[in-house]
């Protein structure tokens, strides 16, 4: 009885026990003697994996650390190779999944200390853990490290200064082989997402692509044009003796974009 009662009591207040959030509300803090925020979308570093590149994934976290930047961690951040996962990962990972998760929290931790991660989703190599024992480790992740768990995927509201931008982030799926085609895929999903900017990983490139779309502003009673965008958040895996290689897709891009968002009009810059 006095565990309904606490549940009850409690119920819609966390944030990271029970079921992801649908709406990541999230205010991001202007850069000194600048009109804008920068937030970073970081994510496919797959860490225990023979090929990933520590040293850039590092360097990235570590200029966040730095700058202050906020950051949106976007899933398969560790490989997770487990028996029966597709691949070969499970025999030369460079760690178990265990070792894998606890050193991935001690490098998280002085963002989290800062505030500067702003929510942690999950990726397919995490739901390999799931799928196995219904343990979500990346929800495991974000506990420890006491922030936002946004699943999968998630919408985000974004306040810098007097704007909102409506975000919406996800791990993503599926397996294109080309630039063109990982975008097209990302892009069909903007004609039921009217989303400012769509963030996606899984795809292990660095792209993005611009649409404009007209809609009315009730308020005002006037058509107007939005500027949307859609960005494939890149990788830390090199290429030689990759998945990638072994299949004959294109090199892996190295990197996380670095988004700014003005905070004096609704206007987005994406960099690499």
Not at 16 to 28: C, E, T
Not at 47 to 54: E, F, I, L, N, S
Not at 108 to 126: C, M, T, V, Y
Not at 174 to 184: D, I, Q
Request: glycine share 8%; aromatic share 8%.
């Amino acid at each position: 009885m006095i565990k309904k009662e606490f549940i009850e009591k409690n119920k819609g207040k966390d944030r990271i026990v029970g079921r992801p959030i649908r709406l990541n509300k999230v205010r991001l803090e202007v850069k000194p003697n600048k009109d804008y925020a920068e937030l970073m979308a970081f994510g496919d570093w797959h860490y225990g994996h023979p090929q990933a590149r520590d040293d850039k994934a590092k360097d990235m976290l570590n200029w966040c650390l730095k700058t202050n930047t906020s950051i949106l961690l976007m899933g398969d951040l560790i490989e997770a190779g487990i028996s029966g996962s597709v691949g070969d990962s499970v025999y030369k990972q460079m760690l178990n999944p265990q070792g894998q998760m606890d050193d991935m929290i001690e490098i998280l931790q002085p963002l989290a200390d800062k505030n500067l991660i702003k929510g942690l989703h999950s990726g397919n190599h995490e739901i390999r853990i799931t799928n196995a024992t219904g343990i979500d480790i990346a929800k495991v992740m974000a506990k420890m490290l006491n922030v936002p768990y946004l699943g999968y995927a998630c919408w985000n509201l974004i306040r810098v200064g007097n704007q909102k931008y409506q975000i919406y982030s996800q791990h993503g799926s599926g397996s294109p082989r080309f630039k063109h085609s990982k975008l097209k895929k990302i892009l069909d999903q903007m004609a039921w997402l009217r989303a400012d900017l769509l963030l996606t990983g899984h795809f292990h490139s660095l792209d993005s692509n611009r649409t404009t779309i007209q809609e009315i502003d009730f308020k005002d009673k006037v058509v107007r044009e939005k500027k949307c965008y859609a960005c494939i958040t890149g990788s830390y895996i090199g290429y030689d003796k990759s998945y990638a290689q072994i299949k004959s897709y294109p090199p892996c891009e190295i990197g996380s974009p670095k988004i700014k968002l003005s905070a004096v009009k609704r206007r987005i810059y994406i960099s690499y």
